[in-house]
């Protein structure tokens, strides 16, 4: 069981707090609403009301114990790469800082973020990337070129195994997974398909590729 603090407790960091808390490791949640810390007494292990731009307030609560910390308070950057900074300073090995702009993530790389993330223009590239192609259903950016996708299979891949599709050859891409209906009805998930799984047309496929791969296999009906 991994120990993590989560500064910031607006949606995105509610969200992270309460999922981490939900999977049985310990969360130190921290915010100066007082009326959210509240909220999250009930949740988590630890909620505390402090200034996480102070370090000392910051080690008064046990900061040190953190395995990982996610920074996320909203546009007010200024206190992001202070938090940053401060987290850095203490010795926190893990620290993942929310960004609104590539600029403020250049920055707080600089400052000392492990990573960086960009929930609003995720979101927007994955609804983006839904309108534009009703078949994906999940699509994951893993670098400029790289990305993830989910999609309904091509109807002519349906009726067909893996082993004769041969996608890595043919296309330049690996499926990684398929959800598909279980014995009971169930969705679930297959992450070692076996290479004589025949395709059906309501199975999802969970596909990892470089993108131009990727939107050549969209085209294909």
Known sequence: MRQFAVIGLGRFGASVATTLSEKGHQV??????????QV???IVAQAVCVDATDEKAL???GIEDIDAAVVSVGNNIEASILITLVLKEIGIKEVVTKSVTPDQGKVLKKVGADKVIFPERDMGIRLANSLISPKISEFIDL???CSIIEITPPKEFVGKSLKQLNVRAAHGLNIIAIKRSGK?????????PEA?????????LMIVGPNDNIEKLKKID
């Open 40 to 42: 999250f007494s009930d």
């Open 59 to 61: 080690r008064t609560v």
């Open 196 to 204: 004589d799984y025949k395709i059906k047309s309501n199975d999802s």
């Open 28 to 37: 130190l949640a921290i915010d100066l609403d007082e009326d959210r810390i």
């Open 143 to 145: 670098s400029p070129d």
């Open 184 to 192: 009971d009805g169930k969705e679930m998930v297959d992450s070692i």
